[in-house]
């Protein structure tokens, strides 16, 4: 089976989620912060991650360089 660029970029998007929330849950978890301040993190993570992320041409660190 071959997977297309899409498919990659889809891959890579879902494990990027799981990522972000998996990390924002322990740290809520362990630093016991309030649940409102976990959801602030969480929603700020996700899009920080992809945007650090050079490889992601449409809205990463590399977009504006082409």
């Given at each position: 089976?071959?997977?297309?660029?899409?498919?990659?970029?889809?891959?890579?998007?879902?494990a990027r989620s799981v990522l972000v929330s998996f990390l924002t849950f322990l740290a809520s978890n362990e630093l016991g912060l309030a649940p409102a301040?976990?959801?602030?993190?969480?929603?700020?993570?996700?899009?920080?991650?992809?945007?650090?992320?050079?490889?992601d041409n449409a809205y990463g660190i590399g977009a504006?360089?082409?």
């Open positions: 089976m071959k997977i297309t660029k899409k498919q990659k970029a889809i891959l890579k998007s879902y301040l976990s959801v602030v993190v969480a929603a700020l993570a996700g899009p920080a991650a992809r945007a650090l992320d050079k490889s504006d360089a082409k």
